[in-house]
């Protein structure tokens, strides 16, 4: 059975930084793509950033040279590092292994 679970999230003001968790149980994480998600209320989730198992990553426009993702595969976890955040980052932040996904963690940005 897989298993996502993400922490990290909580209350930040503008400018500041925090960063997510994915830890996942069972023995498929270093073999698969991974990917962070958002919804904000009254939106469509959407994709953040993903990383390939050999490590290439892309990212969503608006979050560009401010998100950071990495995994570690000896721990199956995998990371958002946000810094520079805005108050439109405010979201549930998902993690997404192929059609496996975590419960989500709430990131608030106050401005």
């Known amino acids: 059975q897989v298993q996502l679970v993400e922490s990290g999230g909580g209350l930040v003001q503008a400018g500041g930084s925090l960063r997510l968790s994915c830890v996942v149980s069972g023995s498929i994480f270093r073999i698969f793509d991974m990917g962070w998600y958002r919804q904000a209320p009254g939106k469509q989730r959407e994709l953040v950033a993903t990383?390939?198992?050999?490590?290439?990553?892309t990212y969503l426009d608006s979050v560009k040279g401010r998100f950071a993702i990495s995994r570690d595969n000896a721990k199956n976890t995998m990371y958002l590092q946000m810094n520079s955040l805005k108050p439109e980052d405010t979201a549930v932040y998902y993690c997404?292994?192929?059609?496996?996904w975590g419960q989500g963690t709430q990131v608030t940005v106050s401005s």
């Open positions: 997404r292994l192929v059609t496996y």
């Open positions: 990383i390939t198992s050999g490590g290439s990553t």
